[in-house]
């Protein structure tokens, strides 16, 4: 399995960015999705996580209301749309993929595939 995030980028604080992850390597429309981030000097920390069908979403209560995960299956893709970004949303974002029964959503130690980060730096 391979995912490939792209999106990231420099953004003043109240700005907007959307990151996108494509996936291959195995059947993507079956596996829940998640975002996690991780700021310098602190440890990788849940954002969002979507179920393989896009019909449950789950958000960090730091982000939720300006975050929005979505997925569209057709294109083994997984997106963040980030609003009104603030400059502690500053982290490299990380997708990963889920391996079915393994608990929390918001546990890392769930996902067993990640992609390889993109930085997000939100100035203020």
């Known amino acids: 399995v391979q995912l490939q995030a792209s999106g990231g980028g420099l953004v003043q604080a109240g700005g907007s960015l959307k990151l996108s992850c494509e996936a291959s390597?195995?059947?993507?429309?079956?596996?829940?999705m998640g975002w996690f981030r991780q700021a310098p000097g602190k440890e990788r920390e849940f954002v969002a996580a979507i179920t393989w069908s896009g019909s449950t979403t789950y958000y960090a209560d730091s982000v939720k209301g300006r975050f929005t995960i979505s997925r569209d299956n057709a294109k083994n893709t997984v997106y963040l749309q980030m609003n009104s970004l603030k400059p502690e949303d500053t982290a490299i974002y990380y997708c990963?993929?889920?391996?079915?029964?393994?608990?929390?959503?918001?546990?890392?130690?769930?996902?067993?595939?990640w992609g390889q980060g993109t930085q997000v730096t939100v100035s203020s």
């Open positions: 390597g195995r059947t993507f429309s079956s596996y829940t």
């Open positions: 990963a993929q889920r391996r079915p029964g393994s608990g929390m959503y918001y546990s890392e130690y769930g996902y067993d595939y």
